[in-house]
C-alpha cells in the first residue's frame, strides 16, 4: 500500500485491521473467566483485564481525541492506563475496571472510532495521511494481544486455547543447505512513508547500509541442535557467556530454555498448558538474547547484526531494491509464513519454502522473534512520531534488537523493517535466534 491509495481502500484498510485486532483481543480474554482475567500471571507481565482497558484507552487517546477532535470519555482512565507511569508488577493494586467494564468501554470507544473513521479523509495532518493513527493503533493492540498470549504461556492450570498444527516442511526441504552466502555491498535499510505509510517511527528512514559479505543460517536454530549445546555442558562453561549473562544463569539456576524441564532422560516443556516433549526440529524459543549469543559462541559463529538480517530479508540480489518482505510485496499469506496466531507454536524448521528470500533464506517472517547483535539505536535522520514514548525512550544499550515476528504477530504489525527490542535478559517472549559468520 501506498499514500497515493484512494479514501476508500484506506478506510476499508483500517476498519479491516481494527477488526482483526478486536476479534483477537476478545478471542484472547473471552476464553477465560473473571478471576483469571483480573489475576497476575507472573510479576513480568500485567493482568490481562488491564491490557484491555489500556488498548481501548489509547484508541480513545489517538482516534476519539487526537484524530477526531472528540471530547475524552473517560479522561479519568488516562494515568490509570499509562504504562510508563506503573510497572507491570505494581498494576494489580490499582483501581482497574472489572471485566465487564472494561469490555463496556471498549466497545463505547470502538462505536465511536468507526464513526470518525467513516468521515475521515485522510490528508492534510501526518497523523491521518494515509490513514496512520488507526494503522497505529491496530498495531498496538495486536502487539498487547501479543502480550496477552505471553500472559497465556506464563498462566498456569489447563489449556484455554487451540489452534490447528502448522505445516510440515515440503520434500524439497531435505536439500536446502545448512546455511546461505549473503554477498556484500550496499543496500536499502529502513523505509519512508510513502512506501510504507504505516511503518512506525523506528523503523525510518530508509537510508543505504553497507554490509559485508556473510554466511547466515538458512533455518532459526532447533531445539534438537541448541540440545546439543545443553549435552556439551554450555550452561555450565563461562567461555561462551557475556559476563552479565553468565552471571543470570548462575544466580537464577538457569539450564535449558524456559518451560523446558528434564524428565526420566527425557526434554519435556509446557506450552500453553499442555506438557509435551521438546520437538527437535522446532526453532527453538523462549532465550534470553545471553543464551542465543552463548549457543553462537559454542558453535563458532555469532548472531547477525540487524543490518545483516534486513539484508537477508529484504535485499534482491537481480534487482538491487529491498522488497517490504523475503518473498516480494505481496501482503503476507498462510503459504508465506507463521503470523497471527494461527497455529501456537512455530512451524519446523524449513517449513514455507513459498516465504524464502531470493537467495533461499527460510522463515526469516513468522514463527520466532529473531536476537540480533545489534543495540536499539535510532536510524540516521530518525525523528519521534507520533511521541517519543514508543520508540526513542529505548534507544540505547539496555536493549537488544529482535526482527521477523513469531506465530503471535499480526501481518499488521510485522514486515522486513519492522524493529521490536527487549532486555536481554527476557526469555518470557517468543524468541529464537539463527546465526552467522563472516566470510573468508
Not at 549469543?293 to 534486513?310: H, K, Q, S, V
Amino acid at each position: 500500500m501506498t499514500v497515493t491509495a484512494s479514501p476508500d481502500t484506506l478506510r476499508r484498510r483500517a476498519y479491516d485491521a481494527l477488526a482483526a485486532a478486536r476479534a483477537r483481543t476478545a478471542l484472547l480474554t473471552d476464553c477465560v473467566d473473571d478471576g483469571e482475567l483480573t489475576a497476575q500471571h507472573s510479576p513480568l507481565m500485567s493482568p490481562l483485564v488491564w491490557d484491555l482497558a489500556h488498548i481501548s484507552n489509547q484508541e480513545e487517546q489517538w482516534l476519539l481525541r487526537a484524530v477526531g477532535g472528540r471530547p475524552a470519555l473517560r479522561p479519568e482512565m488516562d494515568p490509570l492506563y499509562d504504562a510508563f507511569e506503573h510497572p507491570r508488577a505494581t498494576r494489580p493494586s490499582l483501581p482497574l475496571l472489572p471485566p465487564r467494564e472494561a469490555r463496556a468501554y471498549a466497545a463505547e470507544v470502538r462505536d465511536r472510532v468507526l464513526d470518525v473513521l467513516g468521515g475521515s479523509r485522510f490528508e492534510g495532518d501526518p497523523l491521518v495521511d494515509a490513514a496512520f493513527a488507526f494503522g497505529m493503533v491496530a498495531q498496538h493492540e495486536q502487539q498487547h494481544d501479543e502480550t496477552m498470549l505471553i500472559t497465556h504461556q506464563l498462566r498456569r492450570g489447563p489449556a484455554a486455547l487451540a489452534a490447528p498444527e502448522p505445516p510440515r516442511p515440503g520434500a524439497d526441504a531435505a536439500g536446502i543447505p545448512a546455511e546461505v552466502r549473503i554477498p556484500g555491498g550496499p543496500f536499502t535499510m529502513g523505509v519512508s512513508h510513502d512506501d510504507e505509510p504505516w511503518a512506525l517511527d523506528n523503523e525510518r528512514p530508509g537510508h543505504v547500509r553497507f554490509v559485508p559479505e556473510f554466511f547466515l543460517d538458512t533455518v532459526p536454530v532447533t531445539c534438537g541442535a541448541y540440545r546439543h549445546f545443553i549435552d556439551d555442558g554450555g550452561y555450565r562453561d563461562p567461555r561462551w557467556w557475556a559476563p552479565e549473562g553468565w552471571e543470570q544463569i548462575r544466580r537464577h539456576g538457569i539450564g535449558a530454555p524456559l518451560f523446558w524441564r528434564r524428565e526420566g532422560g527425557q526434554w519435556l516443556r509446557r506450552r500453553f498448558g499442555v506438557v509435551e516433549p521438546v520437538p527437535d526440529d522446532e526453532p527453538v524459543l523462549h532465550v534470553s538474547w545471553y543464551e542465543a549469543d552463548a549457543y553462537a559462541r559454542w558453535a563458532g559463529r555469532r548472531l547477525p547484526t540487524e543490518a545483516e538480517w534486513e539484508k537477508a530479508a529484504r535485499h534482491d540480489p537481480a534487482s538491487g531494491r529491498s522488497r517490504r518482505y523475503p518473498w516480494g510485496d505481496a501482503e503476507p499469506s498462510p503459504d508465506h509464513a507463521n503470523l497471527g496466531q494461527r497455529h501456537l507454536r512455530p512451524a519446523p524448521a524449513g517449513a514455507y519454502a513459498a516465504g524464502a528470500s531470493p537467495l533461499g533464506v527460510r522463515q526469516l517472517i513468522g514463527d520466532v522473534w529473531e536476537w540480533t547483535a545489534s543495540d536499539f539505536l535510532p536510524y540516521p535522520g530518525f525523528v519521534a512520531f507520533p511521541y517519543r514514548e514508543y520508540s526513542q525512550v529505548f534507544f540505547g544499550p539496555e536493549h537488544k534488537v529482535l526482527r521477523g515476528g513469531s506465530f503471535a504477530v499480526a501481518p499488521v504489525a510485522c514486515r522486513g523493517t519492522f524493529r521490536n527490542w527487549d532486555l536481554p535478559v527476557r526469555r518470557q517472549i517468543f524468541a529464537g535466534f539463527r546465526t552467522a559468520r563472516d566470510a573468508g
